[in-house]
Nanobody, 124 residues
């Protein structure tokens, strides 16, 4: 079992930055690829960042590329999502997720553990 606790959301204005954190406990964190997903009202959950278990490779969809940065510290059992130049369309509940393989995928079904989600609201 892996427990994930997400924090750092809030209400910001367009153009602002936020940093989300996801603290893991339980099994060996470094065995898991991690990802950040988001879900806006009425929309499907979508991936916004993925990072390999060792942290050397990261992937982003075009919608957030060059604005969002994922990072992790396996010694601290933590993964972060730095979000810059936020837009109103980034408004959603953000979740971190872990999957027991070295490389992250973009499919919700592939992830074994989920954090509780944190609300990010970007006003125009």
């Amino acid at each position: 079992q892996v427990q994930l606790v997400t924090s750092g959301g809030g209400l910001v204005q367009a153009g602002d930055s936020l940093r989300l954190s996801c603290a893991a406990s339980g099994r060996t964190f470094s065995n898991y690829a991690m990802a950040w997903f988001r879900q806006a009202p009425g929309k499907e959950r979508e991936v916004v960042a993925g990072i390999t278990s060792g942290g050397s490779n990261k992937v982003y969809p075009n919608s957030v590329k060059d604005r969002f940065t994922v990072s992790r510290d396996n010694a601290k059992n933590t993964v972060w999502l730095q979000m810059d130049s936020l837009k109103p369309e980034d408004t959603a509940v953000y979740y971190c997720a872990a999957e027991s393989r070295p490389f992250p995928t973009g499919s919700v079904q592939d992830y074994d553990y989920w954090g509780q989600g944190t609300q990010v609201t970007v006003s125009s």
